[in-house]
């Protein structure tokens, strides 16, 4: 059973440019929430996505926007990049139904602008 | 002020040792309450979880939550080298499946 996977694994981007992250949640899960983790600070809440809807999010600027498709998986996209997006992006995939306890994280797509 | 206070540390013990590790919260709101483990270079993993306030024990690890002080703690006992990550507190209002607000994270390292 796969788990939570997460592309690319390193991106390198310029200042100014645009980037997008996938990834896909673990089977059976239909919630998926992303996560930015700069170095030696605890991941920060970007948003979560469920049933193909934004349905929380974070205090990120709306340069920070995302998708869900139909088979549950998830985009995060990030316009007009700064010095300070560079960071590990963090997917994690849970059930959205009540009682649903669990988030399971993926390995991250480490980011970074030049 | 950080809605979640974590030691950064690092903090060292040899083998076999007991960590005690710990964070402060200001929202008295927060039900749900985790630890994460992060291993260099990969995604936290659920250690331990824990609904209002009270004790749980899994194996080696015991989870502490103290509603009233505003304090949760993570015991290891018989610490081992493997346990050497950084442990990552963290916390939510509805369920730990929603918005998750997690400390900085303490690295630990258990010298053999």
């Known amino acids: 059973d796969a788990g939570v996977t997460q592309s690319p694994t390193h991106l390198i981007k310029t200042r100014g440019q645009q980037v997008t992250l996938r990834c896909s949640p673990k089977s059976g899960h239909d919630t998926v929430s992303w996560y930015q983790q700069a170095l030696g600070q605890g991941p920060q809440f970007i948003f979560q996505?469920?049933?193909?809807?934004?349905?929380q999010r974070g205090n990120f600027p709306d340069r920070f926007s995302g998708h869900q498709f139909p088979n549950y998986s998830s985009e995060l996209n990030v316009n007009a990049l700064l010095l300070g997006d560079s960071a590990l992006y963090l997917c994690a995939s849970s059930l959205g139904g009540i009682g649903s306890y669990e988030q399971y994280f993926g390995p991250g797509t480490r980011l970074t602008v030049t | 002020q950080k809605e979640v206070e974590q030691d950064p540390g690092p903090l060292s013990v040899p083998e076999g040792a007991i960590v005690s590790l710990n964070c402060t919260y200001s929202n008295s709101a927060f039900q749900y309450f985790m630890w994460y483990r992060q291993y260099s270079r990969k995604g936290p993993e659920l250690l331990m979880y824990t609904y209002s306030s009270g004790n749980k024990e899994d194996g080696r690890f015991t989870a502490q939550v103290d509603k009233s002080s505003k304090y949760i703690s993570l015991f290891i006992r018989d610490s081992q080298p493997s346990d050497s990550a950084t442990y990552l507190c963290a916390m939510s209002l509805y369920s730990s499946a929603s918005k998750i607000i997690f400390g900085s994270g303490t690295r630990l390292s258990i010298r053999p």
């Open positions: 996505y469920y049933e193909e809807e934004e349905r």
